[in-house]
């Protein structure tokens, strides 16, 4: 089992930064994606970005590509995502995901993801 903290959401102004933080803990030896999804209030939730565990391959959503950076500490067990230039579509709560097993394709399919965490709060306002 792995168990997953977020931290870092908050209210920003469009054109604002903020860093979101997930600490992973308990078996993550064998977590191979670690991944940022979002959900927007009625809305799909879809792939913000995710980052190989071993090789540290990354891999973001269109709406994100040039402005969010995920990063990974593996001495500390945590994966961040920093977020530049936000906009008010950016609205939505951020979910944080592990995955120990491969279904395939890459870091960024939702299937290859078992463990989530209970989400942050991310609001921008215009």
């Known amino acids: 089992q792995v168990q997953l903290v977020e931290s870092g959401g908050g209210s920003v102004q469009a054109g604002g930064s903020l860093r979101l933080s997930c600490a992973a803990s308990g078996s993550t030896y064998g977590v191979k994606c670690m991944g940022w999804f979002r959900q927007a209030p009625g809305k799909e939730r879809e792939g913000v970005a995710a980052i190989d565990s071993a090789g540290g391959t990354t891999d973001y959503g269109d709406s994100v590509k040039g402005r969010f950076t995920i990063s990974q500490d593996n001495a500390k067990n945590t994966v961040y995502l920093q977020m530049d230039s936000l906009k008010p579509e950016d609205t939505a709560m951020y979910y944080c995901?592990?995955?120990?097993?491969?279904?395939?394709?890459?870091?960024?399919?939702?299937?290859?993801?078992?463990?989530w965490g209970q989400g942050t709060q991310v609001t921008v306002s215009s």
């Open positions: 995901a592990a995955g120990d097993f491969w279904n395939g394709g890459s870091c960024s399919r939702r299937e290859n993801y078992n463990y």
